[in-house]
């Protein structure tokens, strides 16, 4: 299968991974500030963005695809940072192969499965009539019966593309069908295993997806674990605090 992916820079390389129902451009800021030191690999999630699907959509089928994509592009001994369900699958994906990883990043999500946090937006984006639909206004609006957060819209929205095949009429830029079906498989927790090499929680301090009683969950798995908390961030930290967000991710890359 296809993973689409955006090339930048040179020296160590580093694979990011994006979050739930986004793409590789999300984190590009970060990707683009990496770059100077690091050869980046800023990945769309399979099923996400230009990449193709993969079924079930799964943690483990995800990092599998990620692990051949990497295979594909001769990568050994990387570093990989991963936001939200992207640091999901960058855990799955160091647990299933932990030889092949030097270091781990983990933007604001926990190794444990979560309840369903996300319904009202699955509803809402099934929703939108995406052939009557005149404009992203309307589909804002649309969105708005289900979804009250104008941040989480607009963030939705900026995937709201027109249907290569019939210009009048729109799509997202995920899957959504499989999405939606496979939505507790993306919900559950990465695998049990140990990768004892150096990884990073970055946490948001406003942020309730990495609490106190995740601690064990993440001890187990990554025993060489550091902990850095962005003050006054919620869950999309790099976006929120971009600076500070760079210098963590620097200062642990250059260890």
Same mark, same amino acid.
């Given at each position: ?64 695809? *990620? ?25 799955? %994906? ?9 270091? %781990? ?6 190794? $444990? ?21 005149? +404009?992203?206004?309307?589909?804002? #609006?649309?969105?708005?019966?289900? *979804? ?32 939606? #079906? ?11 295993? $140990?990768?004892? #090499? ?8 406003? +942020? ?10 993440? !001890? ?6 550091? $902990? ?12 929120? #605090?971009? $600076?500070?967000?760079?210098? !963590? ?7």
């Amino acid at each position: 299968m296809t993973i689409n992916f955006q090339k930048m820079g040179q020296g160590e390389p580093i694979v990011i991974i994006h979050g739930l129902f986004g793409t590789s451009d999300n984190l590009k800021q970060i990707a683009k500030a990496l770059s100077d030191t690091r050869l980046v690999y800023l990945i769309d999630l399979p099923g996400h963005g230009g990449s193709d699907s993969t079924h079930p959509l799964s943690l483990v089928n995800m990092a599998k695809r *990620i692990h051949e994509f990497c295979q594909s592009q001769s990568l050994n001994n990387f570093d990989v940072l991963g936001h939200s369900l992207g640091g999901k699958v960058a855990m799955e %994906l160091a647990l299933m192969q932990p030889l092949l990883i030097r270091s %781990l990043i983990v933007a604001d999500i926990a190794p $444990v499965e979560y309840p369903r946090r996300h319904d009202a937006i699955i509803q809402g984006l099934q929703s939108v009539d995406l052939i009557n639909t005149p +404009s992203r206004q309307q589909a804002d #609006k649309t969105l708005q019966t289900l *979804i009250d957060d104008r941040g989480i819209r607009a963030f939705l929205i900026k995937s709201l593309k027109r249907d290569k095949s019939n210009s009048m009429a729109w799509q997202w830029d995920f899957d959504l069908q499989n999405l939606a #079906k496979d939505y507790d498989l993306l919900i559950k927790a990465p695998r049990k295993g $140990v990768f004892d #090499k150096n990884t990073l929680f970055i946490i948001g301090g406003e +942020s309730n997806y990495v609490l106190p009683e995740h601690k064990q969950e993440i !001890i187990e798995r990554f025993p060489n674990v550091k $902990v850095k908390v962005i003050q006054n961030a919620g869950h999309w930290l790099h976006a929120e #605090k971009p $600076v500070a967000f760079e210098k !963590i991710c620097r200062d642990f890359l250059s260890q």
